[in-house]
């Protein structure tokens, strides 16, 4: 049961590692998407600013506050999309910064709290495992190894535990005397 036990263990540790290593991987791929996304926006939003340039002096406000103007609920929603472009450009060029210039850590960090689930899902999709050898995929992986095996024998602690006081006399029992050596015959020397 011991042998099994830790064959276990051993075959988690490395199912966490070689699982762990992938998440660098998937935060890149994910970032690689990200930037597509990030680029089509801009270009969308390039067309708008070619308008506003050639009627509105440049101003990109004004042209929206002349489709919120306009009488036409199609010229008004256009206006509301224009407005959530912007916004939706200015906080994904915020997300890039980090997403492709800071340490896993901070790009991990950011993600908990602004991913995108449309982009993870498509990332997801596509997103093929390997084995990556950089430093963060090694540390993952290190972690992911150790989460892995640590949660296994934590969870067998008890069982563990039960088993070495199953084995074991109760207190205020007596214990069980020890068998006397068996006699060994003697002989007498000859001559």
Not at 7 to 21: E, H, I, S, V
Not at 30 to 48: F, I, K, M, N, P
Request: charged share 20%; with cysteine; aromatic share 10%.
């Amino acid at each position: 049961m011991k042998l099994l036990f830790g064959l276990f263990d051993r075959l988690l540790f490395a199912a966490g590692f070689a699982l762990a290593m992938q998440l660098p991987q998937f935060v890149d791929h994910y970032t690689q998407r990200y930037g597509g996304y990030h680029q089509a926006l801009v270009d969308s939003l390039a067309e708008y600013q070619r308008n506003a340039d050639a009627h509105y002096g440049g101003d990109l406000d004004r042209l929206i506050a002349d489709l919120h103007a306009s009488a036409g609920p199609g010229l008004r929603e256009i206006g509301d999309k224009l407005q959530r472009d912007r916004a939706r450009e200015l906080q994904m060029r915020e997300g890039l910064a980090i997403l492709g210039h800071e340490i896993l850590a901070k790009r991990l960090w950011y993600l908990a709290g602004h991913l995108d689930v449309g982009i993870a899902a498509a990332t997801w999709a596509a997103f093929t495992p390997g084995l990556p050898l950089s430093t963060d995929a090694l540390l993952c992986g290190l972690a992911g190894a150790v989460l892995f095996s640590g949660f296994f024998n934590l969870l067998g602690w008890p069982l563990r535990v039960w088993r070495r006081r199953a084995s074991t006399p109760a207190i205020g029992a007596p214990a069980p005397r020890p068998a006397p050596p068996p006699a060994v015959e003697r002989k007498a020397p000859t001559l």
